[in-house]
């Protein structure tokens, strides 16, 4: 049996509640005996703070290095909105994505059949939409130096941060994109502002360079991040692989998550170099947050922790076949109409956390027995 190494990483509010449903598909694979999971527990976010003062411990750190790959929920809420700064609970996610080299955000936007209309457009523009944004996570403008607040005479101050990419940093992440790429349907937009940024123009060229020799079977266009924004809205199917920077990763990302229309049902991953022994730092998120507004209340999707868990196994582990059952597992759910409410279209009774990870835990059996 295949065995892996994995730290699960709940966080705070709803994290523990969906973890919990992703710890039921873990338990299932280890019980039909596909891969036996070994499974450490860490505290992330306000629930380390609380405990230790910190949002990220030493051991966390070290739990996370050792492990194959950090399954993590979802962090902060009002509670420790007074903490400060450097130990907010989102520090602790931040931190841990720095301390891993975690230098590559890899978000899928898929639309599933069955949640068409729950797109805010119309199902036409999104029906079979497929496309996943590859943003960089630890460089540009939000670590740039110099950054800061100064402040100057009469009253005034002023706020400045710094955005740069070196060729290094450019190749890492437009590698990521190009390989991935040549998985999918071969096809790479580069988004910039190079017509009023340098750093953009480096980008730019360095994209360009790197396709031209080492990818020449990849299909790489260049736009600019405005017309972007508008063409995700416009025409999203035109997209395969978006590969793009750190801030404008931040802002497209959100704007393609909508475009499924569930906040709930998207996984995401944060990758980083493989070492001497082909190990690759891995941690694999919801893209929601910690939803205080529903923490408790026991309805929370747990779909993108699940779906997060299978990403997980497709990049980490290579373990395609196996990812592809809980893809299955999770459209037959919602083809059955089993929904949370979040995703509730008024045909029976919307279910709980829980039972929504008991339907794909026996769809899974399902599956696996045909
Ligand atoms: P959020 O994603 O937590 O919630 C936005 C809305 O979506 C809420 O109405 C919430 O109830 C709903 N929602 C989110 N996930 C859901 C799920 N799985 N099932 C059903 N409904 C769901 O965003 P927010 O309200 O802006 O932020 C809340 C907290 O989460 C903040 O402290 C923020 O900093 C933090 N946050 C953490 C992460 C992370 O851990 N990576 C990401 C984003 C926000």
């Known amino acids: 049996m295949i065995n892996k190494k994995i730290l699960s990483l709940p966080g705070d509010c709803i994290g523990p509640e969906v973890m919990a449903e992703a710890l039921k598909v873990m338990n299932w694979f280890s019980s039909r005996g596909l891969i036996n999971f070994e499974i450490e527990k860490g505290l992330v976010g306000g629930s380390s703070y609380d405990e230790f003062g910190t ?40 931190s841990l994505r720095q301390s891993m080299g975690l230098f590559a955000n890899l978000r899928p936007a898929i639309v599933f059949d069955a949640l068409v209309d729950a797109s805010s457009l119309k199902p036409d523009l999104v029906k079979g939409l497929n496309i996943i944004i590859v943003r960089e996570l630890i460089g540009g403008i939000y670590f740039g ?74 299909e790489l266009e260049h736009m600019f991040v405005d017309n972007c924004s508008m063409q995700l809205v416009k025409s999203p199917k035109q997209f395969d692989v978006i590969l793009t920077d750190n801030l404008f990763g931040d802002i497209l990302s959100d704007l393609a998550a909508m475009l499924t229309g569930s906040l709930g049902m998207l996984p995401s991953a944060s990758l980083g170099s493989k070492n001497q022994n082909g190990k690759m730092p891995s941690l694999y998120e919801p893209v929601h947050g910690s939803a205080p507004d529903i923490a408790g209340k026991k309805i929370a999707n747990p779909i993108a922790q699940i779906l997060s868990l299978a990403m997980m196994l497709k990049y980490s582990f290579d373990l395609d076949k196996e990812a592809s059952l809980i893809d299955d597992a999770v459209q037959l759910v919602l083809s059955e109409n089993i929904r949370t409410s ?9 279910v709980g956390t829980s039972e929504m990870g008991d339907a794909i835990v026996t769809k899974l059996d399902i599956i696996a027995e045909n």
Not at 65 to 87: H, M, Q, R, T
Not at 342 to 350: C, L, N, T
């Open 55 to 94: 949002p990220l411990t030493e051991e966390v750190i070290k739990l996370a290095n050792e492990s194959d790959a950090v399954l993590f929920g979802s962090i902060g809420g009002p509670k420790w909105d007074d903490v400060n700064y450097d130990l907010r609970p989102e520090k602790g996610l931040l």
């Open 145 to 218: 130096e110099p950054r800061g607040i100064k402040q100057l005479e009469n009253n005034q101050r002023i706020g400045f941060n710094t955005q740069s990419y070196s060729t290094e940093e450019i190749i890492r992440i437009a590698r990521v994109a190009f390989e991935l790429a040549g998985k999918r349907n071969k096809k790479v937009c580069s988004v910039d502002k190079a017509n009023v940024m340098e750093s953009g123009v480096v980008w730019r060229e360095e994209t360009l360079k790197l396709c031209n020799q080492h990818y020449p079977n990849i």
């Open 342 to 350: 979040d995703i509730f279209e008024g045909v029976g009774k919307p």
